[in-house]
């Protein structure tokens, strides 16, 4: 399998597919399923301005484990977690910008504290503790990911013997183009690195031994052939999962050479003052809000009926129980333009896959309570409302956040 590992700009990594490749796959197969909390993470700049894409491994409903050179620099940051993020699959522009029906997830992408790139001489010089999180402003439903990587127990790499078998699963880059190198930007071959975006899977081997730096890396082998593989650009923050486990021994950080073979060196995770940081991430949020400036609700049995008015929408639940307990909805168009309802007594549930049952009291002068439920899925929500003189349907754009 071949993906990201030094820290060369993604930028470049996502115009990689306009180079057609002659030749095939080596080092690694198709996961499909196997590994379902690997997702590929695309990183914004600046709002709205997609720049590099990385691995990572879900660890909790809301909690994607990284490096830290994929989260240093970035605004905001999205994950998908098919085993085929191609465009035949998630067309342009759904990746890399995301948004309703593109499958990603948004989330908020932060650095283990003590991570510096460089930070001394050398190979083990380049970077220490390249670690990073990205928590998702929604969980991931269980029928999409059914179970999640595992952090490790500190010291668990020191009691590894040479060869133990490493699995590297990740999304990067497979093979090298065989494209004359005046028709690429300099240096090649850097840039003949391509291959579709799809979750891969390749068997490795921990390469054990002291060497300066080994509190902070694990060495492993970069070599194809005897059945074993590596990684390469775009697979950075992926995982090194412990052979035939879910266990996270450390993150894809950096390989010692263009062409992605040798060795490369990864950042160990089975650190206290680390499994410390991320595990300060992995508190249960304990209130969830849905947020939607702008909603929409039509009078009538269809979308083709007029428009009854629109407005503003705000649902808060219990992350535990899934029960509603609290919420507003703000009409600010015609027919009764600036009628405001606010919800005094919210009641209803927001399930794990996304089913809303919600109970509201209107405020204004002529009091009653009214039904409404639907679906909230993406940050966007589709629903209907009880009210007088019938059933509106309703749509709603919005934000889910948990704390």
């Keep these: 399998m071949r993906v990201r590992l030094i820290s060369v700009p993604l930028a470049a990594l996502l115009m990689l597919s306009v180079a057609a490749p002659a030749g095939a796959v080596t080092d690694g ?7 379902p909390y690997v997702g590929l993470l695309v990183f914004d700049d600046a ?5 590099w894409r990385c691995s990572g491994a879900l660890i909790s409903p809301t909690v994607v484990l990284t490096a830290a050179h994929c ?5 905001a940051a999205r994950v998908w977690f098919q085993p085929d993020v191609t465009y035949a699959v998630v067309p342009y522009p759904l990746y890399p910008y995301g948004g309703p029906g593109s499958g990603a997830f948004e989330g908020t992408p932060y650095s283990y504290p003590g991570y510096q790139s460089p930070f001394g001489n050398g190979l083990v010089g380049f970077s220490y503790g390249d670690i990073g999180v990205v928590v998702l402003s ?3 439903p269980t029928s999409q990911v059914d179970h999640y990587a595992q952090l490790p127990t500190a010291g668990t790499a020191d009691a590894l013997a040479n060869k133990a078998p490493i699995d590297y699963v990740g999304f990067g880059v497979q093979y090298q183009a065989q494209v004359p190198g005046n028709d690429l930007p300099q240096p090649p ?5 391509t291959g579709p975006r799809i979750r891969n899977f390749a068997p490795g081997e921990f390469v054990s031994g002291n060497f300066r730096g080994s509190d902070n890396l694990i060495k492993v082998s970069m070599n194809p052939g005897g059945d074993k593989g590596g990684t390469c650009f775009g697979d950075s923050g992926g995982p090194d999962l412990l052979g035939g486990t879910d266990t996270v021994l450390a993150v894809n950080s950096f390989v010692t050479n263009v062409n992605c073979s040798g060795v490369g060196y990864d950042t160990r995770v089975d650190v206290q003052a680390r499994l410390d ?6 508190a249960q949020p304990t209130t969830c809000t849905f947020a939607a400036p702008d909603s929409a609700y039509y009078n009538g049995p269809s979308d083709s009926s ?3 008015g629109d407005g503003a929408l705000s649902i808060t639940w219990d992350a535990t129980s899934r029960a509603v307990t609290g919420g507003w909805w703000n009409e600010v168009a015609p027919p009764t333009v600036g009628t405001t309802y606010h919800n005094v007594a919210a009641s209803g549930t927001v399930s794990a896959t996304g089913a809303v049952s919600l109970n509201f009291t209107r405020t204004d002068p002529n009091v009653y309570a009214f039904g409404a439920g639907g679906t909230l899925a993406g940050g966007h929500f589709v629903g209907w409302a009880d009210g007088s003189p019938g059933q509106y349907l309703w749509t709603a754009d919005g934000t889910v956040t948990c704390r």
């Design 29 to 35: 197969t198709a996961d499909g399923n196997n590994h």
């Design 47 to 51: 709002p709205g301005q997609p720049a």
């Design 71 to 75: 989260t240093d620099g970035a605004v």
């Design 138 to 140: 929604q969980p991931v």
């Design 189 to 193: 071959p850097y840039y003949r690195w």
């Design 277 to 282: 940081w991320i595990g300060s991430f992995l």
């Design 306 to 308: 007029p428009m009854y």
